[in-house]
């Protein structure tokens, strides 16, 4: 089985340090990378049978796609600052280039696409910023590409966990083409640690234990979630930062609580 794990790379000629394809994940339907660029490289790519959401995760940059130019977009320097982010989506069949004004950690978000929708700038404002959970569950979320926008496949949000506290808490998954009570879904977590030197857990795990792998995730780590429960803790001292790519047969996210822990939830 593909390691569930994947850990950053140094950056090749195009910055990238992750690399994740559907046939290296197993898979059927996400792409994921992220490149590291210096001030003024350049991306050059095509979308193919792909949609693509462009999340700048931290710095600035030039974004074309044909006759669409997204001039020096970006705003966050650090992803801690936790504010949102721009992002821009591109359709399949489609080319496009990003140059890097600042140093830029850029991820590459794909599945599969159908021509639907024409690219488009996500900026900061567009973005829904929510708060769940309590206690040490609490965590802030926000939704760069939820169900209600425009997307043929993608669904794309970040998560920013306290230190000591745990996200995609209590566990849930989404595995199971059962709608409208569940759907199937595959999903990358791609983390960043605050301070860089720390670490935080994550478990994936089915009903049946088939799958059951608890992972020490550190800074720049990509988690795979093919399926089953998917929780996350962060460490005392450590702020964690999760980007979430989900993609399956139908793009609805509706996930089902683990019954052993739904009490915590009810209580």
Known sequence: MTSLLIHPTPPDAQGTVIDVTPASAGWTHIGFRVHRLARGQRLEAGSGDQEVCLVLITG????????????????????????PPYAVYLPNGVDYSVEATTELELAVCAAP???????RLIAPEHIRQSTRGKGTNTR????????????????????FTPAGNWSSYP???????????????????YHRINPSQGFAFQRVYTDDRSLDETMAVEDGCCVLVPGGYHPVGAAHGYSLYYLNVMAGPKRVWKFHNDPDHEWLIKT
């Open 60 to 83: 600035r940059a030039n974004v074309a796609c044909g006759e669409h130019r997204f001039a020096d977009i970006g705003k966050r320097m650090d992803v801690f600052e936790q504010i």
């Open 113 to 119: 696409g159908y021509g639907n929708h024409v690219p």
């Open 140 to 159: 802030h979320v926000h939704d760069i590409l939820p169900e209600t926008e425009a997307a043929d496949s993608l669904l794309v949000v970040e998560v």
């Open 171 to 189: 566990p849930h998954k989404h595995d199971a083409d059962n709608l409208p009570h569940e759907s199937q879904l595959e999903e990358t977590y």
